[in-house]
């Protein structure tokens, strides 16, 4: 639960690593709101015949406007936050935050974005780096595996 809510603690922090249980947690925590908002904004929308003769228009009701509201609120407090443990994830794999960026921007060109969203998935996927790399210490704890040699 902790691992789930560390990227508002660490809300700006483009430094050091995270892990795969730190990335795919908060992944999930944006899952379940995104699902709660969608419920709501499809459970808010009321068909209402405005005309009373039928055919008439549909209005949204309360339940649409809170869920677009929550769905807004919450992508803005997320943006950074995603983009900080995604870049420490990134980190924590050896490689450069900047292959965030390039991941975003691919993200805009329609057939290439299917392409490398998989890329994204799998290399958040893919096990880290063990032990101290460039970007610092192993998040998971001292790598000392000499013991077991």
């Known amino acids: 639960m902790r691992s789930m809510f560390l990227p508002f603690v660490r809300y700006a922090d483009f430094n050091g690593?995270?892990?795969?249980?730190e990335f795919w947690l908060f992944?999930?925590?944006?899952?379940?709101?995104w699902i709660a908002g969608f419920v709501l904004m499809f459970g808010g929308l009321l068909s209402l015949d405005v005309s009373g003769r039928g055919g008439g228009s549909t209005v949204p009701g309360a339940g649409f406007w809170f869920g677009i509201i929550l769905l807004m609120v919450w992508w803005l407090a997320t943006l950074v936050p995603?983009?900080?443990?995604s870049v420490r994830r990134l980190h924590d794999r050896d490689m450069p935050g900047w292959w965030y960026l390039g991941f975003v921007i691919s993200w805009f060109v329609p057939l290439v974005s299917l392409f490398t969203s998989i890329a994204f998935i799998v290399i958040m996927?893919?096990?880290?780096?063990r032990g101290t790399n460039q970007y610092g210490p192993d998040p998971r704890g001292p790598a000392d595996l000499d013991v077991f040699r």
């Not at 690593?17 to 249980?21: E, L």
């Not at 995603?82 to 443990?85: G, L």
């Not at 996927?125 to 780096?129: D, E, G, I, K, R």
């Open 17 to 21: 690593r995270a892990t795969r249980t």
């Open 82 to 85: 995603y983009a900080a443990v």
């Open 125 to 129: 996927a893919l096990p880290p780096t």
């Open 27 to 33: 992944s999930l925590l944006n899952v379940i709101v």
